[in-house]
């Protein structure tokens, strides 16, 4: 087993898998070191981008769970977007095709500015309810900060109902977009303002890795997914380099099992490329579980009886004609 990618060896995990998990192991898409391969992908989404304008929704659900047996992905975070027309659904639309399918869970993303805003009562009542499991925001695309003041009601919901914020940072993918306004050092303004509440940086901060370590490092209430780090798959070189800046964020903060999480931002990047990208961040065993998983699990609150779950690539009952 090689050494730990950095961080306090007092705080690495040293866990070594048991019998039954070698046995019980799966090779799609895992590296022989791992015995045990359950993985949460906590980033992706159900819009339709350039590849594929004015695909329905229900068609971007099955290209979901066909993905996610190729890939062996037991469970996926959908993020709704901040607009509604043709090519991103609304989070009432992503409700009723997925149907409360075990596969999946539901974060509402927050529509902040402009005319159609979204009725943060309605959101409480899905996110009392279990419906939603979290929020996100897009500063920068929605043209507000991540400490923008009037966002104070957000997150006194999420604290009131133990529900994570997803927070984009870093490049965006619109041109239109205010990059300033997603910069990862924000988040430290609002994890010490709102300790109650669990802040995820999504993208790691990309380009701003070493700030986001920093504001890891410093606020236990915030955790970062590995998501969008490219689009479409990784080249090799690209890939080496990104490996090299997340294991330097990684030597930073310590243990990365405590506060990382493994997400894609499919459809914009392919699910087999970040599935070999987490492997050769050359964790140790605990330290991938945490990452791949449990720390999602406990984030989202997701029933981890249920990572089994239906046959992959099979559509939710209720979706049919919906």
Known sequence: ???PAGGDPKRVGSRRPTTREAETSRTTGCL?????CVIIDCHVHLNNYHESPGRPTQE???ALFAKMAE??????????SYRVDVDRPSVEHIIELLAGDPRTTVVEGLRWRGDARTDLFTMEERIRDGIV??????????RYAINDPSLESVFRIAAKHDVPVMIHTGDTYSRHAKVRQAHPLLVDDVAVDYPDVKFVMCHLGNPWFHDAAEVLYKNENVYADISGLTLGDFSYEFERYMLMRVKDMITYMGDPGRQLLYGTDWPLVGMGGYVKFLNNLELDAEQR??????TAARLFKIDVSQLGGPQPGTAPDAAPGS
């Not at 996100?136 to 929605?142: E, M, T």
């Not at 579980?289 to 449990?294: F, G, K, M, T």
Request: net charge positive.
């Open 1 to 3: 087993m090689p050494p």
């Open 289 to 294: 579980e945490n990452i791949a998983w449990r």
């Open 32 to 36: 022989a070191r791992y015995p045990l």
């Open 71 to 80: 890939y062996s992905i037991d469970h996926a975070v959908v993020l709704t």
């Open 60 to 62: 971007n659900v099955q």
């Open 133 to 142: 499991k979290g929020i996100k925001l897009y500063p920068g695309y929605d």
